[in-house]
């Protein structure tokens, strides 16, 4: 009954209706009360695929940079430099996106970009690879990724 309550009184403070946007769209406009829902405090850089047409629309056909994070549920390596990759994206605020593969899902996706191993990220520039690692890296590699994608 509580977590009733609870899901009750966090619906109501959702917008009623949602803004017209595209995948490309900039974060939701706040409620005219004031209040936003979300689950960080800015902009969401970070998502999950969904299909290949997904993939296709916000990753091939993006016009921002964009990381693809191929990853699996089980890979060990994988829950350390997921979260960490998350981080180093949102901070460059919005210049570059981040795109979650999980190849147990999408295994024709890592076919079709030759992943053999899990962590493996590709940087997407225009719809093409512009870079690749496979493994964990330190935040300071990230951010030479990154800035390299990004021509910053």
């Keep these: 009954m509580a977590q009733r309550l ?13 803004p017209s946007q595209g995948p490309l769209a900039p974060c939701a406009p706040l409620a005219p009360h004031g209040r936003a829902f979300g689950t960080s405090a800015g902009c969401r850089s970070t ?12 990753v ?12 699996a549920q089980w890979c060990g390596p994988c829950k350390i430099l997921g979260p960490r990759l998350e981080k180093m994206v949102a901070k460059q605020e919005g210049k570059v996106l981040m ?25 997407m520039k225009n719809g093409d690879v512009v870079d690749k690692f ?7 590699q990230l951010e030479a990724f990154l800035k390299k994608l990004i021509g910053a």
């Design 60 to 71: 091939v056909n993006n016009p921002k940079p964009v990381v693809v994070d191929f990853h």
């Design 6 to 18: 609870a899901l009750q009184r966090l619906l109501s403070l959702a917008p009623r209706t949602l």
């Design 47 to 58: 998502f999950n695929v969904q299909d290949g047409s997904d993939f296709q629309d916000r």
């Design 99 to 123: 795109a979650k593969v999980d190849i147990d899902d999408h295994t024709d996706l890592a076919i079709e970009y030759e992943v053999s191993a899990v962590p493996t990220v590709l940087a």
């Design 134 to 140: 496979v493994g964990i890296k330190d935040e300071d």
